[in-house]
């Protein structure tokens, strides 16, 4: 099994960012398993918690990552940028410095908005600190998923015509990118 750290750029408890998430676990080509790996309890890095003892949240998320063979970011679009949740878990994993548990780690890209751009700044401003921290990112085909909020019935089920069958074809291209990565 090919291990991947799915990290979800919403922290609201029912955030329809989730809901696309763990829609994508279901669908996925055989051989993937997922890891949700929380972001929400990290506190904002500072290096002078950086110390022999940084906080619990750090340790236990820098370990989880560091586990797995790929990373999946489902992220919606703030301001045409990425979460701030999401940047900090980036800062946060790729310290100590040295010793940053994203090198080498094939990732992919899933970005989500209530309007049709479905996250476009969002996901091209999370590719730029990714080639810093050498993560190989999967370039084609890119996922932008609009009207997110009408995507879903009551059970998380996708809903919406053409949706499935796309998101199945990236998941089968992010499972190749990542085999051909690790």
């Known amino acids: 099994m090919t291990r991947i750290a799915v990290l979800v750029g919403s922290l609201r408890k029912d955030s329809q960012t989730l809901k696309l998430a763990k829609a994508l676990t279901k669908i996925a080509p055989e ?3 997922f890891d949700f790996v929380e972001i929400g309890d990290l506190p904002f ?5 950086d110390t022999d003892t940084p906080p619990a949240s ?3 998320f820098r ?3 560091k586990a797995a063979d790929g990373v999946l970011f489902v992220t919606p679009e ?3 940028s990425m979460p701030a949740a999401i940047k900090n878990a980036l800062d946060v994993g790729s310290r100590p410095y040295g010793d940053s548990a994203w090198g080498g780690k094939p990732a992919g890209i899933v970005t989500a908005s209530p309007s049709g751009i479905g996250g476009f700044g969002a996901n ?3 590719r730029q600190p990714l080639v810093f921290l050498n993560m190989p990112a999967m370039q084609q085909p890119e996922a932008y998923i609009g009207n997110l909020w009408n995507l879903f019935d009551e059970d998380g089920k996708i809903v919406t015509e053409g949706t499935e069958d796309f998101l199945k074809s990236w998941l089968e291209a992010y499972a190749k990118w990542v085999a051909d990565h690790i």
């Open 31 to 33: 051989g993937l398993e």
């Open 45 to 49: 890095y500072n290096e002078d918690l």
């Open 58 to 60: 750090w340790t236990r």
């Open 63 to 65: 370990k989880e990552i």
């Open 78 to 80: 703030y301001n045409r």
């Open 124 to 126: 091209h401003h999370l």
